[in-house]
């Protein structure tokens, strides 16, 4: 065996694999990848592997993949630094959350082009394991409608604006990967056919487009929905608007923010029996508060309270949220009765299918990144291996 070989064996545990669930299994890990998983009763050939230990009855799952992060423990992707992104990729971990894609939001063009220039050069020298891994960007605006702005400030917002958006995907080395857009809105669908041709997703969210003009939209390339429910056009027997869209539409998949504030569980609900855990996809929206205290934090230039667990502008908008995408994995599993299998492929499979890159994450198997998270007996994150090395682990409880 070369002893510079990173051998790791993670046993005696329930695994949640690409296609079954062993009871008792193990995991084999050299360097960052998963080389064998299998039955205990099959393992064979465990010299020179570094055994990790866990207490009876906890649970493997693939990592956790946010497509829709903003901040965390006060950073945030729109500082447009190094030490922003090397915080939100080390602190992530804790929740479950394996790989990410760094959210802007709207602000100037100046601050958004200084942000996709930072993260497009972190991506290409982060750590190869250890942390959170960034697979791209996610662009959330300017591009949006001002009549469903949220906290988007609307003196930023713009039509889209296709010479903007091509010039900010060179300047981050091609690392924007999803763009939320407002398809009705002049240069709309061209955009979305700009993505479409290039491999990008098209989102459509911050949206006042009618059902009709949500069908024009998918027709021309759009597959994915920026946090179904909010900021957009609601579901109306007369006018089923973009919600209504996303429940007829199987191309389209849905971001939920599920934590109980932004959506009712009972909308969560509906959501997943209309959507199936196929068409869900869980993610934070979270801000740099996530991992804080209550206090007052800023958003793109403006004042956020966050109090008991909800983050408002002044006037009461929700600004993001301060969910744990573990907890978001917890809450699904409460509000619509949906297995832990749902649950993993509502927060890793999808994600890792819409961004093209299953052959690499999303579950566990053979020659995959060894991208895993340990769950204990309340569904709490145990412990975070980012690409083979532990990212994160808290003390077991005693009993």
């Known amino acids: 065996m070369n002893p510079i070989d990173n051998l790791i064996l993670i046993k005696d545990i329930k695994i949640y694999t690409e296609d079954r669930i062993i009871e008792k299994g193990y995991i084999k890990i050299e360097n960052n990848h998963i080389i064998e998983v299998g039955r205990l009763d099959d393992l064979s050939n465990e010299e020179n592997f570094e055994i990790i230990e866990v207490p009876a009855k906890y649970i493997a799952v693939p990592g956790f993949i946010d497509v829709h992060i903003h901040g965390v423990n006060g950073a945030d992707t729109m500082d447009a630094t190094k030490?922003?992104?090397?915080?939100?990729?080390?602190?992530?971990?804790?929740?479950?959350?394996?790989?990410?894609?760094?959210?802007?939001?709207?602000?100037?063009?100046?601050?958004?082009?200084?942000?996709?220039?930072?993260?497009?050069?972190?991506?290409?020298?982060?750590?190869?394991?250890?942390?959170?891994?960034?697979?791209?960007?996610h662009l959330e605006g300017p591009f949006v409608n001002a009549s469903r702005a949220g906290a988007q400030p609307t003196q930023y917002i713009i039509d889209p604006n296709l010479s903007l958006l091509r010039e900010w995907q060179e300047q981050s080395n091609g690392m924007i990967k999803l763009v939320t857009l407002a398809p009705e809105r002049p240069g709309g669908l061209e955009m979305v056919r700009y993505l479409r041709e290039n491999g990008i997703i098209a989102s459509i969210g911050h949206s006042n487009a009618t059902f009709e003009e949500v069908g024009e939209a998918v027709k021309a390339g759009v597959?994915?929905?920026?946090?179904?429910?909010?900021?957009?056009?609601?579901?109306?027997?007369?006018?089923?608007?973009?919600?209504?869209?996303?429940?007829?539409?199987?191309?389209?998949?849905?971001?939920?923010?599920?934590?109980?504030?932004?959506?009712?569980?009972?909308?969560?609900?509906?959501?997943?029996?209309?959507?199936?855990?196929?068409?869900?996809?869980?993610?934070?929206?979270?801000?740099?508060?996530?991992?804080?205290k209550n206090g007052h934090y800023d958003l793109g230039g403006q004042e956020v309270t966050v109090k008991d667990g909800k983050a408002t502008l002044a006037d009461g908008t929700l600004a993001g949220s301060i969910l744990k995408l573990g907890h978001a994995v917890k809450n699904v599993l409460s509000f619509t009765g949906c297995t832990l299998e749902e649950a993993v492929q509502m927060a890793s499979v999808n994600p890792a299918k819409q961004l093209n890159i299953y052959d690499k994450k999303g579950s566990i198997a053979a020659g995959k990144d060894a991208d895993i998270v340990i769950l204990d007996h309340n569904m709490e994150v145990f412990m975070t291996l980012c690409r083979g090395a532990v990212a994160f682990k808290k003390e077991a409880e005693t009993k």
Do not use: W
């Open 83 to 137: 030490e922003a992104l090397d915080n939100m990729a080390s602190s992530l971990p804790g929740e479950g959350t394996t790989s990410f894609l760094a959210t802007t939001m709207t602000q100037e063009p100046e601050q958004i082009e200084k942000a996709v220039i930072n993260a497009g050069d972190y991506i290409s020298n982060q750590p190869d394991k250890g942390q959170a891994e960034i697979l791209g960007i």
């Open 223 to 292: 597959n994915h929905v920026t946090h179904l429910f909010n900021q957009m056009r609601g579901l109306h027997h007369r006018e089923p608007g973009i919600v209504g869209a996303t429940f007829l539409h199987d191309e389209l998949k849905a971001e939920m923010i599920v934590d109980g504030v932004h959506v009712h569980p009972e909308m969560v609900k509906l959501a997943f029996k209309q959507k199936q855990s196929e068409g869900i996809i869980l993610i934070t929206d979270s801000m740099r508060a996530k991992c804080l």
